[in-house]
């Protein structure tokens, strides 16, 4: 308050963290919603038929405190989420509910007449970073970072209770394990696995390891098919809207029995989106260098087997466009609806536009799927790898740069060899893998048939005939694939799943 008495709304520039809030000025009539710049936060709002403004950190919070609002599908969004399984920020599923945008400050003012009117709109900036701030030798630059990291990692430790951290057996996690190990030794960490006789699915070994390293205690967390059918709808409560990805439920599981130890506790989003570390990243870098250069060559004879498919899909989509493309469609309806601002436009620098799109697409998707989950069990979830002042610094690090040799994350791999256990840094990129792939097979399969075959929400069918998801179910069960096409149809099934749950929850009468 004495900061914004001061500075007004360029105050929020010089604000340090998460945050969403509002702020009303009686003497001037006006209400201001803010919302910080790296999106971890969320604020909704709605504008009534007869001008009320109202606003809450959830969309549960705006139904409570307008009952008779109506409860109708945005259609256009809808259609966006069946093609990408996103959607932009700012944009929500119910028509007429905003979300507003990260770094959004949004002024509302009272006319003498009792009514609303829109204001000035502000965006909070990041702070750039200096372009001579990166040094340009490789040892200054693994230094810096181990530095710049463990700046943020101590500041983030800061808190009246005990705080407990995420151990997924990755990278990002094991670095922010290593930097919180000295001034918090002791910290409970926790993770999660599955039974299901392949070791891709189970990543205690590589969690363990660390723990070990860093004298953690650690909470192995074992998480079943029949948690799925218990929690479908709990989750789906909690995010109030279908949202990316299939390790939210996992990512659900997880919280819940952390939360019943802490009430603070780390995680490591953002070292992908900062350090290059998805395969759609070594694609992009493929392509830039060029297919039959040598460093091209090169690149494609390090690929490993699951950064295939990102490859060959760009390679198609470059043949049949003749353009680099950012994300992969997963249902038809991706070809008949706007992208709404998802994919940055092409680009001669694709690794640079791909950034771009990760930052500011892709990433808030999953902090807000972290932020709903974790909140939902009284647990706050914090992020020391995408923070101020760590992120802009990042960022202006030339992309090639951040992976040097094409390597996913080669400069953070660098830079923390000496704090990570050797088997870490070696590991394929995972990303807490979920096996509903396998489940929806077996043993969720009546789970998912009576979902959406034989008592489905009513409004259901309108998005997907019944014919077309029997199809998709039966072909499911039938016909394995190979593993990323296997994915890619557990991923719509998933996504049928989610909406039908959000439709009964939430009394979704109509689209439009």
């Known amino acids: 308050l004495r900061l914004w008495r001061r500075r007004g709304r360029e105050g929020l520039e010089s604000c340090v963290g998460m945050y969403a809030g509002a702020l009303y000025r009686e003497t001037e009539h006006a209400l201001w919603l803010f919302r910080d710049p790296l999106g971890i936060k969320p604020l909704y709002y709605a504008r009534l038929p007869d001008s009320t403004l109202i606003f809450a950190s959830e969309i549960k919070g705006l139904l409570a405190l307008c009952p008779d609002l109506p409860r109708i599908g945005a259609r256009t969004a809808l259609h966006t989420y069946l093609a990408f399984e996103n959607y932009p920020p700012g944009v929500s599923l119910f028509e007429g509910l905003h979300l507003l945008p990260p770094g959004g400050a949004w002024q509302f003012e009272l006319t003498p007449e009792g009514r609303v009117k829109d204001g000035d709109r502000f965006q909070v900036p990041l702070p750039r970073a200096d372009p001579a701030e990166i040094p340009r030798d490789r040892e200054a630059l693994h230094r810096e970072v181990r530095r710049r990291i463990t700046q943020s990692v101590s500041r983030h430790l800061l808190s009246d209770v005990p705080v407990g951290l995420y151990l997924s057996g990755g990278i990002d996690s094991s670095v922010v394990a290593a930097c919180a190990a000295e001034s918090s030794p002791g910290m409970q960490a926790f993770t999660g696995y599955f039974r299901t006789g392949d070791d891709y699915y189970d990543e205690r070994p590589l969690a363990r390891a660390v723990a070990e390293r860093w004298h953690f205690p650690l909470r192995e967390l074992e998480i079943g098919p029949a948690r799925l059918a218990e929690d479908l709808d709990p989750l789906m409560y909690a995010l109030e809207e279908p949202r990316m990805g299939m390790g939210s439920f996992s990512q659900f599981v997880v919280a819940r029995e952390a939360a019943r130890e802490r009430k603070v506790i780390l995680a490591g989003h953002g070292g992908d989106e900062l350090f290059g570390g998805y395969p759609m990243f070594k694609a992009c870098r493929l392509l830039e260098a060029g297919l039959l250069s040598g460093e091209g060559l090169r690149l494609l004879c390090q690929a490993r087997g699951k950064e295939w498919p990102w490859i060959v899909y760009q390679l198609l989509h470059k043949f049949r466009r003749g353009q680099v493309g950012f994300a992969p469609r997963l249902l038809p309806q991706a070809k008949e609806v706007p992208d709404g601002g998802l994919f940055e436009a092409e ?166």
Not at 403 to 422: E, H, S, T
Not at 485 to 490: K, N, T, V
């Open 347 to 512: 680009t001669a620098h694709p690794l640079q536009a791909l950034a771009a799109y990760y930052v500011a697409v892709y990433l808030p998707g999953l902090l807000m799927v972290e932020d709903k989950i974790s909140m939902a069990h009284s647990l706050e979830t914090r992020l020391p790898l995408w923070s101020q002042p760590l992120v802009p610094w990042a960022l202006a690090i030339p992309p090639a740069d951040r992976m040097p040799g094409g390597r996913l994350k080669g400069l953070l791999r660098d830079a923390v060899a000496p704090w990570v256990p050797p088997e870490i840094l070696a590991a394929p990129k995972r990303g807490f893998p979920t096996p509903l792939r396998l489940w929806f097979r077996r043993e969720l399969r009546g789970f998912v048939e009576e979902r959406l075959l034989e008592t489905p929400a009513a409004l259901l069918y309108a998005i997907m005939p019944r014919h077309r998801i029997a199809a998709l179910l039966g072909a499911h069960r039938l016909l394995p694939l190979p593993f990323a096409l296997d994915e890619r149809r557990a991923h719509r099934i998933w996504m049928l799943l989610c909406l039908e749950s959000w439709l009964r929850q939430f009394r979704v009468k109509d689209l439009r």
